[in-house]
């Protein structure tokens, strides 16, 4: 059985949050301080000084470069390394599911509760009626593809359609 994740991977996802949360805890105390020296330098100022007007521009200008990172950094790479994590915890803890499926075919990239992954598709039998149906097992984009050939029947173990691990399964098996 190959399995596509340890403990070590939830670790490292672990890590990279808590440096990403440093990295933007860090630009917020920049910023305060950087507001607070302004504030205290205007304050200092002479009433009616002409160059308290430099000051106001500053601090937007300051502002405006902790909005702009603010925005893209903790909107992409936070929300994502969360989502990451998230994933990760709900597969040591969640419903674990065994299936033997032939696989049918790739499909195109996905985001899938806010983790990109690749779209395997296998055929599944439908019971009630005498057709093929497709199921979409998800694979983690992190991760390398999984050596499927066309037609081959596979033992997979899911965690809601989310690919833990597989193996080869051959009808000696059963």
Known sequence: MTTLYSDSDYLAALRQRRRLYLILWGATAAFLICLALIVVFYLLLPYNDPSRVWYIVGACAAAVVYIFFLF??????????RAYCKMLRFLSEGYK????????????WITYDGVDVN????????????????????????????????????????????????????????
Do not use: H, W
């Open 72 to 81: 893209p950094f903790a909107g992409i790479c936070l929300k994502r390394s």
């Open 97 to 108: 599911e065994n299936a033997v499926l032939p696989f049918s075919g790739i499909d195109d």
């Open 119 to 174: 779209v395997a598709t296998f055929s599944i039998k439908n019971r009630k009626r005498d057709e093929e149906m497709t199921r979409q097992i998800y694979v983690d984009g992190e991760k390398d593809f999984p050596p499927f050939e066309e037609g081959k029947r596979y033992r997979l173990i899911l965690q809601g359609n989310l690919l833990i691990g597989y193996e080869s399964y051959t009808e000696e098996e059963a």
